[in-house]
């Protein structure tokens, strides 16, 4: 009889003890809509305001998903639709013009218990480019689809097609003016440059859900009179997205071509990795050491398995928005 007794009471020591284990995985969330040189004074109260308040509608999406116990990715989806659909950021509406003043999208998203991924590049067709990423990791044997063939791809699986135009902005139309008189300036003396404040407003969010998966995503227009045809980092994983539940998640916003150059995202994570930094000084150092000594601007949002948060930059500003593993909150632009 005792036996049987101490069985039992094993038995619901075991069921305690595994219940704690997985009601005490953290969650978390950490999100960016763009960095740039964003400073107070290029602000009113009223605009700084409304991004405030989208960070913050953003933000609390998410996290419902992830108290919920939901899915990572629909954290993650949730999030950047959001910041898609809000005009101020350069994302879905609001998007960044190319020179020839349409709209090229690009989006990625990364799971990182298998480390699957999907992106869509250069598509003008589709209203939520996360949304075509996520379908591209999960309905294709493919990771990356770009123009047309992603385009097609995201209406056969029920992506409404719309049109080009539905991205207008006046604000990102009068910045192309800008951008383009100093590009033809520039050009008539030989120089093919894009200026470092052509862009701002990429969007992307990183999470930590109660399963303990870590997912990474990013959108973006990507910078402004661009080229076209140019893709950035934003839809290339590893560069502007990243997630391995071994390490790290990560989604950048910046110079592109320096992301690209210098793989930041999963540079971040393979620094925590092989080298056991922590999240917070691996960040730092590929953001604020090495892309801040080649001129390449720009920040990053990340977090880890521990619900740990870190949200580096090296310009004036990026929008960003957090709630850690400790439940702590932040929402901030500025420095
Ligand atoms: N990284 C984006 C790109 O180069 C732009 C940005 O984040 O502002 O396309």
Redesign the pocket.
């Known amino acids: 009889m005792k036996a049987i007794f101490r069985s039992i009471a094993i038995c619901v020591t075991a069921l305690f003890v595994c219940f704690n284990a997985y009601s005490n995985q953290p969650i978390a969330i950490v999100l960016h809509g763009?960095?740039?040189t964003i400073s107070p004074d290029k602000m009113t109260k009223e605009v700084e305001a409304a991004y405030y308040a989208k960070l913050n509608q953003a933000l609390d999406a998410g996290y419902a998903v992830l108290k919920d116990k939901g899915e990572g990715l629909d954290a993650v989806v949730a999030t950047i639709t959001i910041l898609e659909n809000s005009p101020l950021f350069?994302a879905g509406v609001g998007a960044v013009y190319t020179y020839e003043g349409e709209h090229e999208l690009?989006a990625s998203i990364m799971h990182g218990k298998e480390r699957q991924a999907g992106a869509v590049a250069g598509v003008k067709t589709i209203q939520n480019p996360i949304l075509a990423a996520r379908l591209v990791m999960e309905k294709s044997v493919h990771v990356m689809l770009s123009g047309q063939g992603a385009e097609s791809f995201a209406h056969e699986h029920g992506l409404a097609k719309i049109d080009n135009t539905m991205f207008d902005t006046q604000r990102r139309f009068d910045a192309l003016q800008k951008a383009k008189q100093r590009i033809d300036k520039l050009s008539s003396i030989g120089v093919d440059k894009l200026g470092a404040d052509m862009?701002?407003?990429?969007v992307g969010a990183v999470v930590l859900d109660a399963q303990g998966n870590i997912v990474a995503g990013?959108s973006?227009?990507?910078?402004t009179a661009?080229r076209y045809g140019?893709?950035?980092?934003?839809p290339i994983i590893g560069a502007?997205t990243f997630a391995d539940n071994a390490s790290c998640g990560v989604s950048?916003?910046?110079?592109?071509?320096f992301?690209i150059r210098y793989n930041v995202a999963s540079d971040i994570c393979a620094r925590m990795k092989y080298q056991h930094l922590s999240l917070q000084d691996a960040a730092n150092q590929v953001i604020n050491v090495e892309l801040k000594a080649v001129g390449g601007d720009?920040g990053i949002i990340a977090l880890d398995a521990k619900g740990n948060v870190a949200m580096p930059f090296n310009t004036s500003g990026m929008y960003r928005a957090s709630i850690d593993g400790q439940g702590k909150r932040v929402v901030a632009i500025y420095k």
Do not use: I, L, P
């Open positions: 763009g960095a740039g350069n690009d862009r701002f407003g990429t990013t973006t227009g990507g910078m661009k140019r893709v950035g980092d934003s502007g950048a916003t910046g110079h592109g071509e992301f720009g």
